[in-house]
């Protein structure tokens, strides 16, 4: 691999990111919180360190972003009933209808914004190659967020 497919990977996915903290500021969101917040949906509520092994970051980092959640009414940070040194977290009923605004409002328009000169089979094709960028480095969130599988419309009203 050269030195300008990394330096166009690391391009593409700071691109990528930047038009959806740009989209979600509307909503009061960055994307990490979106991830977080995807993930609660996803999986229900999980313990901090559960949640900051499966995205990968630092417990600063993620006590940090926690902590805006909890000030915006996203999520709610609660103890454990089996540990009390453990931190529950849990999404509101109001993300419920931010998902849906956001699913409604935006992933089309970003979906095809990302997609945009690339055929259905280009597509496929570059999600496996990023996959397996991604576990070659150590990337373990495939199994958390089920890259690669459909995911279930959410039902809104």
Do not use: H
Request: hydrophobic residues 45%.
């Amino acid at each position: 691999m050269s030195r300008a497919a990394i330096f166009a990977l690391k391009r593409a996915s700071q691109a990528t990111r930047n038009v959806m903290d740009e989209r979600l500021a509307a909503y009061g969101l960055t994307s990490a919180q979106l991830d977080i917040l995807l993930y609660l949906e996803m999986r229900g509520d999980s313990a901090q360190r559960d949640l900051q092994a499966a995205l990968g970051i630092t417990s600063a980092t993620l006590t940090r972003i926690l902590d805006g959640m909890v000030a915006r009414g996203f999520v709610e940070r609660q103890a454990s009933e089996t540990d009390a040194r453990a931190k529950l977290i849990t999404i509101t009923a109001a993300v419920d209808e931010l998902l849906c605004q956001l699913q409604e409002d935006e992933e089309r328009i970003f979906l095809a914004r990302f997609a945009a000169g690339f055929d259905e089979q280009e597509i496929q094709t570059l999600t496996i190659w990023l996959q397996r960028l991604a576990a070659n480095m150590g990337d373990t969130s495939e199994a958390i967020f089920g890259y690669g599988a459909p995911l279930a419309d959410k039902e809104c009203d």
